[in-house]
């Protein structure tokens, strides 16, 4: 999992209009919610492997995985968000999200 958290985190930084174009419009600045977004993934993903620090990293994943939710519904909602993927792949991407937090959980 830290390892999954560590790369999507530095493809924040390596492909940065692939996520924002994810972020609901609604959403104030976008490049800056994605820097956030992929520096947390990463940092987080770093602080899943320092036992220490492991649980409240698990607990970061779960509420990060709520915060974006809102962008996985958009990719849903909005044909250009959706990055040509078929709408069952990115309807499925919405309960598969219950699935990674409880994964998260069992870090906790």
Known sequence: MALLYIIAGLNHFRVPRLYIR???PSYPNPPLLNTISGAAEIFLGVALCIPVLSSA????IIALLIAVFPANLFM???EKAGMNLPKWVLLIRLPLQLVVMLWAWIYT
């Open 22 to 24: 994810m972020i609901p």
């Open 57 to 60: 990293a698990a607990w970061g």
């Open 76 to 78: 849903y909602t909005d």
